[in-house]
């Protein structure tokens, strides 16, 4: 069974850089040709779509967070991870990472970590 | 990027009844089309994915349909377990986008 954990701050200042760890157990992140996600939700509202990563490392941002995202993937350690800078209120949010699968015709999110809040604030 | 608009935002229902949730995309997306459930403080769980498979494990009362730009999920005896938010999701192109969700509420 897989499982996908994120980890990192839950607060970060404004102008700062947040900085998340999604850890993959029960399979590995080399395996099959899944694209591995980063997604937010502000509290009370809807899903963002941020970005996504293989396991060869090509990426895919959202181009209204591009300019502020790197996501990366550490194959080695089981995991990949997000980087977005200048904070502000406005990256208030749960933070999910997820896998992509593709099958049946369309590409869908199987697997989602808990999600971690990450509060931007002084 | 494709917008996703789903109606009605919310909805009360009772036990037993039949509940219908529509999606629109801004644009043709075939049937790139997922639907998710999330209850409060979890994560979204996949339902239906290319617009009208279901899931391994989901309940067959849960269907999806649709093609195009419309889509449809149909819950056809609304149970307790139910009562959560659901979201439609393009897997089309990039920016993936989700609609603004659906809240389906005890009457």
């Known amino acids: 069974q897989v499982q996908l954990q994120e980890s990192g701050p839950g607060l970060v200042k404004p102008s700062q850089t947040l900085s998340l760890t999604c850890t993959v157990s029960g399979g590995s992140i080399s395996s099959g040709t899944y694209y591995w996600s980063w997604i937010r939700q502000p509290a009370g509202k809807g899903l963002e779509w941020i970005g996504r990563i293989s396991n060869s490392g090509s990426t895919n941002y959202n181009p209204s967070l591009k300019s502020r995202i790197t996501i990366s993937v550490d194959t080695s350690k089981n995991q990949f991870s997000l980087k977005l800078s200048s904070v502000t209120a406005a990256d208030t949010a749960v933070y999910y990472c997820?896998?992509?699968?593709?099958?049946?015709?369309?590409?869908?999110?199987?697997?989602w970590g808990q999600g971690t809040l990450v509060t931007v604030s002084s | 990027d494709i917008q996703m608009t789903q109606s009605p935002s919310s909805l009360s229902a009772s036990v037993g009844d039949r509940v219908t949730i529509t999606c629109r995309a801004s644009?043709?997306?075939?049937?790139?089309l997922n639907w998710y459930q999330q209850k409060p403080g979890k994560a979204p769980k996949i339902l239906i994915y290319?617009?009208?498979s279901l899931q391994s494990g989901v309940p067959s009362r849960f269907s999806g349909s649709g093609s195009g730009t419309d889509f449809t999920l149909t819950i056809s005896s609304l149970q307790p377990e139910d009562f959560a938010t659901y979201y439609c999701q393009q897997s089309y192109t990039t920016p993936l986008t989700f609609g603004g969700g659906t809240k389906v509420e005890i009457k």
């Open positions: 997820a896998r992509r699968l593709c099958g049946g015709g369309s590409c869908y999110y199987d697997y």
């Open positions: 644009q043709s997306i075939n049937n790139y």
């Open positions: 290319a617009a009208s």
